[in-house]
């Protein structure tokens, strides 16, 4: 650089200005369409693009508003882990992304848990961070998971877990081989005491992914729980036959963006959710009212309306 760089452009950008208010809006765009629009549209729209349907990841704090509602609802501690513990570093220190990434969020760890009213009555609700890490489970995230599903214990009340997450974390090594069961077990343990168990399955990734799709990081949820809701196109679940499931919607290769079109009915298939983990594959705009419907479902079950046969053919031909 000459003297000019530091002389002439800074004088005249004082002068001229850069051409945007500090307080204006941000812009942001679709990965996938293009489709460019506010900041604030895009919240009031949920982070799904209105052009093409992609569900982008949603920010807890998103999260948790559209769950909870009209609710009242609060954020509780969780559990302290030492950070680092094996001092892990490959082209940067493990200690350095936890940093960056606390900085990033102004959140500790990728895992947030609130409690409050949801759908008729108090819950615990427990959100990964995709935006943290690409919200890998670690021991911090195991520990507080495990927080959740003991508060709800205490409590009596149910449990929604959304999962948007990465994987397993690798700069934890075997520790973070160890959270999978240790997060099952707790799961478990509420559904043995007959509460309410909801996992979301939600997609970590913007499209298209900049990382090969997660692997078995919703399988410690989907084992126990009641109810399995997946977004539509979430790459967060295994096929029964061992292979991975792209729920409701067949992406194109990586890095191929020529087909970029989600429709609805490729996205409601029957053999979708007849292949996959996933019960119901919901549209984000209806996902607070269908957990609320499970929940009251589950709170309160219903007597079937199948009309049971009490005698036996041979006892009705007698008549």
Partial sequence: MSWLTYLVRPKFRDIVGTGRDK???EWLSCPRCGHRDRESRWRDALRV???CDLHMP???PERLALLFGDGEFHAIELPSVRADPLRFRDVKRYSERLKEAQQATGRPEALVVCHGAIGGGNGVVAVLDPVFL???IGTAVGEGLITAAQLAVVQESPLVVVVSSAGLRVQEGVLSLLQPGRIAVALHQVRERRLPLIVVLADPHPWPHPWPYPRGAAAAFTDAAHVVIAEPASHASFRRDGGEWASGENRPAHGDTADAEGSA????QPEMTESAEA???VHRRELALTVAHFLDLLRHPRP???VLR???ENAAKQL
């Fill in 265 to 268: 009915a490729a996205m409601a």
């Fill in 310 to 312: 009490l005698r036996s």
């Fill in 134 to 136: 690409g919200g890998t």
């Fill in 279 to 281: 019960d119901i594959i």
């Fill in 49 to 51: 693009c209105p052009a």
């Fill in 23 to 25: 307080g204006e809006e």
């Fill in 304 to 306: 079937s309306a199948e």
């Fill in 58 to 60: 949603l920010p807890p």
